[in-house]
């Protein structure tokens, strides 16, 4: 019917100034948009997560993406064998790594509030998969056999081997024997090179 507001295209042809002025809305709204999609990404690249092994002999932090920013270890990593040192870093990375979800989340719906669900839960979901959740109280598991820098407990350290005999001077090796070419014989022993 003549005079109805129709929405979408056909609204946009009834009269050219309301024409420009919802279109430079809708531009603005793209604006508004990727600025805010810009200022979460950015507030999302400074994010780093911190945690802590439960004896305290490790730190670990990441970033958004999980990849370690800082590792660091108090002395008593001395007394570590190196397998439970090992497993205690990669579980103290993972517990670091858990977070990132639900911080990544709390950007996003700071930033953009409740739009885009879709995106959001893609980009969560994602992180979730590659970053599970760890419990809190979680021991890092021990390898059940030692590592090859681990003698086995019933064995005792080895003792070195006896010192050798006490002898004379030992005589001076002999000079390294210069390899022999093939074309060698061809010259002759007065052959000089720089010579005419």
């Known amino acids: 019917m003549p005079g109805e507001s129709r929405g979408g295209f056909a609204a946009i042809g009834a009269d050219p100034d309301d024409a ?6 809708w531009a603005q709204g793209f604006a508004d948009k990727a600025r805010r999609y810009q200022e979460m990404q950015a ?6 997560l911190t ?3 439960p004896d305290g002999r490790i730190k670990v932090t990441v970033r958004a993406d999980g990849s370690v920013t800082d590792l660091e270890f108090t002395d008593k990593v001395r007394t570590m064998a190196p397998s ?4 205690q870093i990669l579980s103290t990375m993972h517990r670091a790594q858990s977070d990132i979800a ?8 700071a930033h953009l509030g409740d739009e885009d669900p879709q995106t959001r839960s ?8 590659r970053f599970p959740e760890q419990p809190e109280d979680q021991e890092p598991e021990q390898p059940e056999t030692p590592s090859k820098w681990q003698l086995p407990a019933d064995e005792e350290t080895p003792k070195p081997p006896p010192a050798p005999p006490a002898a004379g001077p030992t005589p001076p090796a002999a000079p390294p024997k210069r ?3 093939e074309d060698e014989d061809d010259f002759g022993p007065d052959f000089d090179p720089l010579r005419d």
């Open 20 to 25: 420009e002025q919802r279109i430079q809305e």
């Open 102 to 109: 639900s911080r990544v989340g709390e950007t996003m719906s």
């Open 84 to 87: 439970e040192l090992a497993a």
């Open 43 to 48: 507030e999302t690249e400074q994010l780093r």
């Open 51 to 53: 945690a802590a092994s």
């Open 179 to 181: 390899p022999r070419f």
């Open 122 to 129: 893609m980009m969560l979901d994602n992180l979730r998969e």
